[in-house]
């Protein structure tokens, strides 16, 4: 079964067009990146993958399932969280979350392995007991990662992970990443091909009109070639604002 199928999927804000026949799909522990201009609808497919948007044409399955029905199998990244420094929430708690299980039902002993795993995994232990404001950018980061995995979910949604994350911690991440791998299928959208080329099996390039084309090739070269994104703008973590004309 396909983790994911986009088929003619059209989505408006306000008479425009963001997404514009989509079609494709990602298989089982398929590691799939997206990468795209500001703007160029990449949160907004994310986001319909999840059911939080339903888009105005074509259809969209998870699992074979109307995406609303099949959250329980997904863990997701948001962009750009922030949080309060006054929040008084934990890190661990902030991962617990990650694990609920609906209205009064509560968290059980193998809630709490998964949160000491999770945070393991992203070598974010040592902080548990913190306050979750009182973090940097690049460690609340790495626990959001950890809240995206801890109910082991099928397929993982990532937007730009890699935000705030320093080099060393870039590493560790794609070797999460490919440990995860084994064991779901991965979306990660990025501004920054020139760090998920090598880890990744495909590259989809969106800016409104999606342009996939299959297995990544090794050199940028190639990758410039093949999916018509100009790399030398977009390797060294620029932001690409035009993408070539297909
Ligand atoms: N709720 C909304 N109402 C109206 N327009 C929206 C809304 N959300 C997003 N848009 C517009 O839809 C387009 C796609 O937005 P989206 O957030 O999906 O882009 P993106 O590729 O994730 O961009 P970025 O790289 O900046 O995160 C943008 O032009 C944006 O302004
Ligand atoms: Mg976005």
Redesign the pocket.
């Known amino acids: 079964m396909k983790a994911v199928e986009f088929n003619h999927v059209n989505m408006k ?2 008479e425009q067009y ?1 997404l514009q026949d989509i079609n494709f799909s990602i298989k089982e522990k398929d590691f799939m990146a997206i990468i ?10 994310l986001k319909i993958i999840l059911g939080l948007l339903t888009p105005d044409d074509g259809e969209v399955k998870v699992f074979g399932r109307d995406p609303k029905h099949a959250r329980d199998l997904m863990g997701y990244l948001p ?1 750009n969280l922030s949080f309060d420094p006054q929040f008084p929430i934990s890190v661990y708690e902030t991962v617990l979350t990650g694990r609920y299980h609906g209205l009064f039902k509560s968290y059980k002993q193998s809630d709490e392995e998964a949160v000491i795993q999770a945070l393991n995994d992203v070598e974010m232990q040592d902080f548990k007991d913190r306050q979750i404001g009182k973090l940097s950018g690049g460690q609340m980061q790495r626990v959001f990662i950890a809240r995206a995995i801890v109910r082991n979910p099928k397929l993982l949604l990532m937007d ?1 992970p890699m935000a705030s994350i320093d080099p060393d911690m870039q590493s560790s991440f794609y070797k999460l990443m490919s440990q995860l791998k084994d064991e779901m299928a991965i979306v990660l ?1 990025s ?1 920054d091909v020139g760090a998920v080329s090598t880890h990744v099996d495909k590259i989809a390039c ?1 800016n409104r009109e999606l342009f996939y084309h299959g297995p990544v090739e090794d050199s940028a070269r190639g990758l410039e070639e093949i999916y018509h994104c100009p790399i030398d703008l977009i390797s060294h973590g620029i ?1 690409h604002r035009v993408l070539r004309e297909h």
């Open positions: 804000y306000n963001v795209g201009p500001n703007g160029g609808g990449k949160s907004t497919i962009q730009e959208v501004h969106l932001p």
